[in-house]
């Protein structure tokens, strides 16, 4: 797989039958080893071990209802109050983010209402929060980490 834009991360890849699964620390299981999985993995690293957000308040992969359409994002971060503080789209490295990916992720903070959100295609990262009241978002050069 092709080398990402973040920290180098000790990441379990295994061989089976001529596929390659890594494994994800949070969901406890091995899944195919695809670009997105790549990201998603890479992304979920650099929030627990740059970040330190604790494993424990980081969701991946879940169903959520949009608009009475079943939908799965990413990855979601909550604060010990079970509040969504942020909310990850991830997209393969080859894939260019452009407007179609920052509409996919606002669709999905109209129902979680995450203080930040993060889009990464592993090459490039954006990092943004939103004013609720002005309705405006404004972008960060980072995340916060989880003590600030």
């Not at 979601?76 to 991830?90: N, P, R």
């Not at 979680?112 to 004013?131: E, V």
Request: hydrophobic share 40%; aromatic share 16%.
């Amino acid at each position: 797989m092709k080398d990402l834009n973040f920290s180098k991360f000790k990441m379990r890849i295994k061989n089976k039958e001529n596929l390659y699964f890594i494994f994800d620390i949070i969901r406890k299981n091995w899944y195919l080893l695809t670009k997105e999985e790549w990201v998603r993995q890479h992304c979920i690293h650099f929030l627990i071990f740059t970040k330190k957000y604790p494993k424990s308040l980081v969701n991946v992969e879940k169903k959520i209802l949009i608009n009475g359409v079943r939908k799965r994002y990413d990855i979601v971060v909550y604060s010990k109050q079970k509040d969504v503080i942020i909310l990850v789209e991830c997209k393969a490295y080859n894939v260019n983010i452009n407007q179609d990916v920052f509409d996919q992720i606002a669709k999905y903070n109209l129902e979680l209402k995450s203080r930040y959100l993060m889009i990464s295609n592993g090459l490039s990262h954006f990092y943004y929060t939103i004013n609720y009241e002005l309705n405006e978002y404004l972008f960060m050069k980072d995340l916060p980490t989880y003590k600030n």
